[in-house]
């Protein structure tokens, strides 16, 4: 696609909106922005220097004159801006498909509902201590259309790719991909399961029989569908053998199936637990294929620590540990979270309702956590699914700061404290970062 003086909007003022406004004014592109919110404050409409802004709506002047669309992924096709630019028939792109098509290197692409931050970080590491250009961008927070120009015919790009910016890939072609798992999430946005799941099978639409995808064998719907895709599969199990790929033993060796050879124990990782385990069997999968040494492969495997708001230990106060899982944001995720904990646990849950339902999250507690603290938009709901459960030990709280304070006081020398909410933010912050960065700072205050 040539944007060489081509009418193009931006859809949406924020930090991948800025980036795709960026990239599109050195394409030479005829760049606008918009974005529904009116009261977009003035050092935001700032950033954009002298772009024209529409907020609210886009004038019927500027539409027709369009000639592409570049949809930000926090923002649904289903908003009335998305749908009045498809009935002009203007073509609709994400700013992953944007960057694409600027790509000059081999590309990573990493999806599924949960472990995509850690595996794209590994990877990177990885790739990293291989080669000299590699660049980590996509949903892990450094929007891929800032670093595309970077590449070259040596880079590799590893990305990190949520469903909603697969909902708007065109020609996006990863020469090795992931999907690490798909349990219920984002069923607001995508309506049904069937939608969502349709949607992460989109990272393998354009790859060829030359090309890989990893998939998780323990997942039965990325296993019952692993025939139909158009490439290679390699499979990655915590559970038991595969005939293809990796897989951990009982003594949680991971194990090469091709030839029995044992690669590394999980105990050499800094990062433990089953969840884990399957993240590091995708990035050695990932980045064998694209040619690493295998000593290479292990020794940044072994030297990885875990990913800012994931299962991150925060610090120790009159004995009691407290940690930041502020990236648990679905059920699926926080189970990952309590199951890391080897001490009795202070937990605490809740924010915006993505739809989710809770008894699997609530069934994993197993007698380990002795409270559950409750905020957000969730926390009546939660707190029903676990009365309904037999689970009585719930307190709701107010604020973030409030939780924090009465997790202290409830938890005794020997406890952890956890932020490990299940949900999404959006309803008390503005990312689970902020969340996350906002209970440590709390926790830290404690005396």
Not at 78 to 93: E, F, H, L, T, W
Not at 170 to 188: E, G, Q
């Amino acid at each position: 696609m040539d944007l060489q003086n081509k009418k193009t909007v931006v859809i949406g003022m924020g930090k991948s909106g800025l980036a795709a406004c960026e990239l599109l004014k050195k394409l030479g592109a005829k760049v606008c922005v918009f974005d529904e919110n009116k009261e977009m404050s003035d050092s935001n409409k700032e950033r954009f220097g002298q772009v024209p802004i529409f907020l609210g709506d886009l004038p019927e002047e500027e539409l027709a004159e369009l000639d592409c669309a570049v949809i930000s992924p926090g923002i649904p096709l289903s908003k009335p801006i998305a749908r009045k630019v498809r009935a002009g028939n203007i073509p609709i792109i994400g700013e992953v498909e944007l960057a694409y098509l600027m790509e000059q290197g081999t590309v990573i692409g990493i999806t599924g509902t949960n472990g995509k931050t850690t595996t794209t970080a590994l990877t990177g590491d990885i790739m990293k201590a291989y080669k000299e250009s590699v660049y980590v961008v996509g949903n892990i927070g450094n929007p891929y259309t800032k670093e595309v120009e970077k590449t070259s015919k040596e880079s590799v790009t590893v990305a990190e790719i949520s469903s909603f910016q697969l909902e708007t890939v065109d020609t996006f072609c990863p020469a090795v991909s992931a999907i690490l798992n798909i349990t219920p999430d984002h069923l607001d946005r995508h309506g049904t399961m069937e939608n969502y799941i349709e949607t992460k099978f989109l990272i393998t639409k354009n790859q060829t029989e030359n090309q890989l995808c990893v998939l998780n064998y323990e997942d039965e719907v990325l296993r019952g569908r692993a025939g139909a895709l158009p490439c290679r599969v390699a499979f990655f199990s915590s559970k038991r053998p595969v005939e293809n790929g990796l897989y951990q033993n009982e003594n949680h060796d991971i194990v090469d199936a091709a030839t029995g050879e044992v690669l590394m124990n999980m105990s050499e990782s800094h990062i433990l637990g089953d969840r884990n385990c399957e993240n590091i069997m995708a990035a050695i999968l990932m980045t064998r294929e694209l040619g690493v040494p295998m000593d290479i492969i292990l020794s940044a495997v072994k030297a990885f620590q875990a990913v800012e708001h994931r299962i991150e230990y925060v610090c120790t106060k009159n004995g009691v540990e407290y940690y930041n899982d502020s990236k648990g944001t679905n059920p699926d995720a926080a189970i990952t979270g309590i199951q890391s904990m080897s001490r009795k646990t202070v937990l605490i849950g809740g924010g915006y309702d993505k739809g989710a339902e809770y008894d699997s999250w609530i069934q994993a507690f197993e007698g380990k956590v002795k409270k559950l603290i409750l905020l957000g938009e969730t926390r009546e709901k939660i707190a029903a699914t676990a009365r309904k459960l037999g689970f009585e030990e719930i307190e709701m709280t107010d604020s973030l700061e409030e939780a924090v304070k009465r997790a202290a006081q409830i938890a005794v020398p020997g406890d952890a404290v956890l932020l490990s909410p299940a949900c999404a933010s959006w309803d008390m912050f503005k990312s689970f970062e902020q969340r996350g960065a906002l209970f440590k700072e709390y926790a830290n205050n404690l005396s």
